[in-house]
């Protein structure tokens, strides 16, 4: 779609008619994210200092955010599982996507309001904020889960690249939008939504959230599937299997995964403490002075929001600029292009999409350079002394995050949609031959299928083929409605097998992962590495707190180092996922 745009091609009305109707169709499919992202940026980066603002030890806050792991290992498998088998006539994903984002509202409500919930009771308050910081995290991570799983059902394989970097440009927007609202100083403008800060940010939060998903859920249509027989104890059988099915998985997505928990052991306490570690700085550098502790950190609070909103805009602007200089190793690299008019401006933009062919990288290689710039800017937190210096290390991780929240995805939906049409082209063929042992489901349940040979060895894809057997798949979806695959389905015909085969067949069928299931999958990769992230800064804090004798009201220079250790350490790990991705791209 930017390609397109950018090169210029000739078009008439309707072309550009149909490319507006595009652009409509990919901004109300990711819209949601963008109010999804808002509530995240709430959380992230006011959620420590808001328990701590309520008494709690920072080496206590590190358990607390010890939610988003377990949510993710256990809620977005389960979200996956569950919605890829949901026979709903509102389709397999609004369900899910309803109910996740009425617990996230729930939640986001008892957390601006916990002191008066409480009444005052400050062990309760405490208790109470914590509880509801876990279930956001759970409800986050089941919407989260929902809203990309309906982008890989929705668009075909050719697409998914431009699907999530228009989710990369929604997550930017919801960050931009949730740290510009944490900067200001929403009490006195908006006094009429809650009497403190955090009550305004998640009243602001739950109507963003609210109109957003209304507009994907409105706009975006889904086929519901037949409901299927299914015997008790089939979505436990279902999750226990997942992870015991994990080598059966194609190269790229295992190699994905790999990437992913390297990188997100530093991205765990960038998230979290990025805030925080900025308002440390403005704190040692403001200690003399007539301003109270809590003024003191509240202004420390506002600067860190600060530093977050410029990490927002760069990552906003990485996600707009970045996809015009990459390649999906499906697509290939951009053509040379050729000098169709001498005008200035044909020659500039000769010189531009020149430029564009030469330059451009294929996604791994891209998604390695950002974890290097994100490792060394992780690194040099260590050396940062003033919140000028701390804010602009903030703000360049903003070009890494665009690109983790855009390329995994993007090459773990075109792995999808490419496996599931090359299936569609090599299951026809066995079912002419009767020979060959196979997994199939339905093409509009936007199956991960595992090829398998006679030995039950994983089949390679190759690419042209892939490529062909995509492009046959979609003409045949829009001449006539895709064939049913699944054996108690009217229609369904398999060939005569003899009972190795059979039992080799079921065998396999129990190892089939579907996109809601491969997505939740990735998210365990990326919510391990958070596990180990939480223990380590857990334990650094409280060996601080003993050595030092500090408590949960010190702020300031030496709590600044405490982070920017615990940040120096995760870019580290960074650098192993850099060098993985790196020879992904190789």
């Given at each position: 779609?930017?390609?397109?745009?950018?090169?210029?091609?000739?078009?008439?009305?309707?072309?550009?008619?149909?490319?507006?109707?595009?652009?409509?169709?990919?901004?109300?499919?990711?819209?949601?994210?963008?109010?999804?992202?808002?509530?995240?940026?709430?959380?992230?980066?006011?959620?420590?200092?808001?328990?701590?603002?309520?008494?709690?030890?920072?080496?206590?806050?590190?358990?607390?955010?010890?939610?988003?792991?377990?949510?993710?290992?256990?809620?977005?498998?389960?979200?996956?599982?569950?919605s890829d088998r949901c026979t709903s006539r509102f389709g397999r994903r609004r369900p899910f996507i309803v109910g996740?984002?009425?617990?996230?509202?729930l939640c986001l409500t008892v957390v601006g309001w916990t002191r008066e919930i409480a009444g005052g009771h400050e062990?309760?308050?405490?208790?109470?904020?914590?509880?509801?910081?876990?279930?956001?995290?759970?409800?986050?991570?089941?919407?989260?889960?929902?809203?990309?799983?309906?982008?890989?059902?929705?668009?075909?394989?050719?697409?998914?690249?431009?699907?999530?970097?228009?989710?990369?440009?929604?997550?930017?927007?919801?960050?931009?939008?949730?740290?510009?609202?944490?900067?200001?100083?929403?009490?006195?403008?908006?006094?009429?939504?809650?009497?403190?800060?955090?009550?305004?940010?998640?009243?602001?939060?739950?109507?963003?959230?609210?109109?957003?998903?209304?507009?994907?859920?409105?706009?975006?249509?889904?086929?519901?599937?037949?409901?299927?027989?299914?015997?008790?104890?089939?979505?436990?059988?279902?999750?226990?299997?997942?992870?015991?099915?994990?080598?059966?998985?194609?190269?790229?997505?295992?190699?994905?995964?790999?990437?992913?928990?390297?990188?997100?052991?530093?991205?765990?306490?960038?998230?979290?403490?990025?805030?925080?570690?900025?308002?440390?700085?403005?704190?040692?550098?403001?200690?003399?002075?007539?301003?109270?502790?809590?003024?003191?950190?509240?202004?420390?609070?506002?600067?860190?929001?600060?530093?977050?909103?410029?990490?927002?805009?760069?990552?906003?602007?990485?996600?707009?600029?970045?996809?015009?200089?990459?390649?999906?190793?499906?697509?290939?690299?951009?053509?040379?292009?050729?000098?169709?008019?001498?005008?200035?401006?044909?020659?500039?933009?000769?010189?531009?999409?020149?430029?564009?062919?030469?330059?451009?990288?294929?996604?791994?290689?891209?998604?390695?350079?950002?974890?290097?710039?994100?490792?060394?800017?992780?690194?040099?937190?260590?050396?940062?002394?003033?919140?000028?210096?701390?804010?602009?290390?903030?703000?360049?991780?903003?070009?890494?995050?665009?690109?983790?929240?855009?390329?995994?995805?993007?090459?773990?939906?075109?792995?999808?949609?490419?496996?599931?049409?090359?299936?569609?082209?090599?299951?026809?063929?066995?079912?002419?031959?009767?020979?060959?042992?196979?997994?199939?489901?339905?093409?509009?349940?936007?199956?991960?299928?595992?090829?398998?040979?006679?030995?039950?060895?994983?089949?390679?894809?190759?690419?042209?083929?892939?490529?062909?057997?995509?492009?046959?798949?979609?003409?045949?979806?829009?001449?006539?409605?895709?064939?049913?695959?699944?054996?108690?389905?009217?229609?369904?015909?398999?060939?005569?097998?003899?009972?190795?085969?059979?039992?080799?067949?079921?065998?396999?069928?129990?190892?089939?992962?579907?996109?809601?299931?491969?997505?939740?999958?990735?998210?365990?990769?990326?919510?391990?590495?958070?596990?180990?992230?939480?223990?380590?800064?857990?334990?650094?804090?409280?060996?601080?707190?003993?050595?030092?004798?500090?408590?949960?009201?010190?702020?300031?220079?030496?709590?600044?180092?405490?982070?920017?250790?615990?940040?120096?350490?995760?870019?580290?790990?960074?650098?192993?996922?850099?060098?993985?991705?790196?020879?992904?791209?190789?």
């Amino acid at each position: 779609m930017i390609g397109g745009i950018i090169s210029g091609s000739p078009g008439d009305a309707s072309a550009k008619a149909s490319s507006i109707a595009e652009l409509g169709r990919y901004i109300s499919l990711t819209i949601a994210i963008a109010g999804l992202q808002f509530c995240w940026a709430v959380e992230t980066g006011f959620g420590s200092p808001y328990l701590l603002s309520l008494g709690l030890k920072k080496s206590l806050v590190s358990l607390v955010w010890l939610a988003g792991p377990l949510s993710g290992l256990i809620t977005q498998p389960l979200v996956g599982i569950f919605s890829d088998r949901c026979t709903s006539r509102f389709g397999r994903r609004r369900p899910f996507i309803v109910g996740s984002v009425i617990c996230t509202i729930l939640c986001l409500t008892v957390v601006g309001w916990t002191r008066e919930i409480a009444g005052g009771h400050e062990t309760l308050t405490i208790w109470m904020a914590v509880i509801s910081f876990y279930f956001l995290d759970f409800a986050i991570n089941a919407l989260q889960g929902s809203l990309r799983s309906l982008i890989v059902d929705v668009l075909p394989a050719a697409r998914q690249d431009a699907g999530t970097a228009w989710a990369a440009r929604m997550i930017g927007i919801g960050n931009v939008s949730g740290y510009l609202m944490g900067f200001l100083d929403l009490a006195s403008l908006l006094p009429f939504l809650g009497s403190t800060h955090m009550q305004i940010l998640t009243t602001i939060a739950s109507v963003m959230l609210a109109i957003t998903v209304s507009i994907t859920c409105y706009c975006t249509s889904e086929t519901p599937i037949p409901p299927q027989p299914s015997a008790p104890g089939d979505g436990l059988r279902a999750f226990t299997s997942l992870y015991t099915s994990l080598g059966k998985l194609p190269t790229v997505i295992k190699d994905i995964f790999r990437i992913e928990l390297f990188a997100w052991i530093g991205w765990f306490p960038f998230l979290f403490y990025g805030t925080t570690y900025i308002a440390d700085l403005y704190v040692a550098a403001h200690e003399v002075g007539d301003a109270t502790d809590v003024e003191l950190m509240e202004r420390g609070t506002r600067a860190g929001s600060l530093a977050m909103f410029a990490h927002a805009v760069v990552s906003l602007s990485s996600s707009l600029i970045l996809p015009l200089f990459s390649y999906s190793l499906v697509v290939g690299r951009p053509p040379h292009p050729q000098l169709s008019n001498a005008t200035v401006l044909g020659r500039l933009k000769y010189a531009l999409l020149k430029v564009r062919a030469k330059v451009s990288v294929s996604l791994p290689t891209m998604w390695a350079i950002s974890l290097v710039l994100f490792s060394v800017a992780m690194v040099l937190t260590l050396a940062a002394s003033s919140v000028a210096f701390g804010s602009v290390l903030i703000a360049v991780c903003g070009i890494a995050w665009a690109v983790v929240m855009w390329i995994p995805f993007s090459m773990i939906g075109e792995s999808i949609r490419i496996t599931s049409s090359q299936q569609q082209s090599q299951q026809e063929m066995r079912d002419i031959s009767g020979n060959g042992s196979y997994m199939r489901v339905s093409s509009d349940d936007i199956a991960m299928e595992v090829i398998y040979d006679q030995s039950g060895h994983d089949a390679e894809l190759d690419r042209r083929g892939s490529e062909h057997s995509s492009s046959a798949s979609e003409q045949h979806t829009s001449h006539e409605p895709a064939p049913s695959y699944h054996e108690h389905e009217p229609g369904y015909h398999r060939p005569e097998l003899d009972n190795n085969d059979r039992a080799h067949d079921e065998e396999h069928d129990k190892h089939m992962l579907s996109a809601g299931t491969i997505l939740g999958v990735h998210n365990v990769s990326c919510v391990i590495p958070q596990f180990v992230s939480a223990f380590t800064s857990s334990l650094i804090f409280a060996v601080f707190e003993h050595i030092q004798g500090t408590g949960p009201d010190e702020v300031g220079g030496q709590h600044a180092q405490q982070i920017a250790l615990v940040m120096c350490l995760g870019g580290i790990s960074a650098a192993g996922g850099a060098y993985f991705s790196w020879k992904l791209g190789c």
